[in-house]
Each structure stands twice: as C-alpha cells, then as structure tokens.
C-alpha cells in the first residue's frame, strides 16, 4: 500500500475579487466561493489520489465574514483522512483587504471527495502518513465526523423514525402543524 505526506496533496490558491462575481452591495456571492473550493477541493484530491477526483459531499459552511469585491481571496486545502477510495479534503478560506493587509478567516469546510478511474469506477487511494500531532487531530476529528454523520442518518431514517419523540421539540419552534 502506498502513504503520502499531507504537504504532497497540499494546495493554495489566490484569486481577485471581481464586480462579475458580486451581488449588489458589493459582497461576493457565497455560490462563487462554494465554486472556487469545489474546485480546490477537485486538484488537491486529484493530486492525492492521482486519479480524477469527484465531490461526494460537503460538510457544513459557515460564511463567517463577507468578501467584498476588490479583496484578495485564498483557499487552502490539505486531505485530513483518506478511506479505501475517499478522502476528506480540509478548506480554508480567507479575504485580504489589499490596502489595510488586515485577513479575515471568511469560512471553513471539509469535501469529501472520491477518486474515479477512467471508467469511472472507484479506486484506491494512497493512505496518508500522519507525522504530526495536528494531522492526527485532523484525522481522529474526521472519523468522529463520520461516526455522527452516520448516527444522524440511523435516528432519522424515515423507516425508524418515531414523531412522539420530536413532536414536542418540533412545537417549540416557528411551525404550525396540522397534522
């Protein structure tokens, strides 16, 4: 089995904020920047695997600060866990006001992406060498991501799932139910 280093897959991407990928108060639109890091999220699975890369999914983004047009946006990206065929791709994005210098950490998230072949079939990934006590974080909060991920999907399978446990809870916010 081959191992890679995190630093191998890691990838940095700057790019100018433009009035084309605006709203009308001037800030950036939250779909342009989903866009940018898919496609980080694509090269730096890509590199990893060597393989084409697809998104299998995303886990949770917080638009934190606003991006407005003119400033300077970087994306980061490095594989924080790698399975038999997938990989959890971290992300982070910062804006850089380029007359102040002043940076705002604008959100994270993590992709999961999965290496395709030719055919389109899933193929095997090169497992990661973790040689730090951070890339060990990464990787342990990766499979406890999972192991929830998988636990919220069990609880609330449309088979199994028990409205007199929630409807109560459900009640205690903005609804009306008519059940």
């Known amino acids: 089995m081959k191992f890679k280093h995190i630093e191998e897959s890691q990838i940095t991407m700057t790019q100018l904020m433009l009035p084309s990928h605006s709203n009308f ?22 590199k990893h695997s060597e393989h084409y890369s697809v998104t299998a999914s995303v886990n949770k983004v917080d638009f934190l600060n606003t991006i407005a047009v003119g400033e300077l946006v970087t994306l980061k990206a490095s594989i924080n866990y790698t399975g038999r065929t997938s990989m959890v791709v971290g992300l982070r994005v910062e804006s850089e006001d380029i007359h102040t210098g002043v940076i705002k950490h604008c959100n994270s998230s993590y992709f999961t992406m999965v290496a395709k072949d030719k055919d389109y079939n899933s193929v095997e990934v090169p497992g ?30 449309s088979t199994d799932f028990k409205i007199e446990e929630y409807l109560e809870e459900v009640r205690e916010h903005n609804v009306q139910i008519t059940l």
Request: charged share 30%.
């Open 25 to 46: 108060r001037g800030n950036i639109h939250g779909g342009f920047i989903l866009n940018l890091m898919d496609q980080i999220a694509f090269a730096c699975a890509s």
């Open 128 to 157: 990661l060498i973790l040689d730090t006590e951070d890339s060990i974080r990464r990787f342990a909060r990766s499979i406890k991501r999972q192991k929830q991920a998988r636990k919220r999907s069990e609880n609330f399978n």
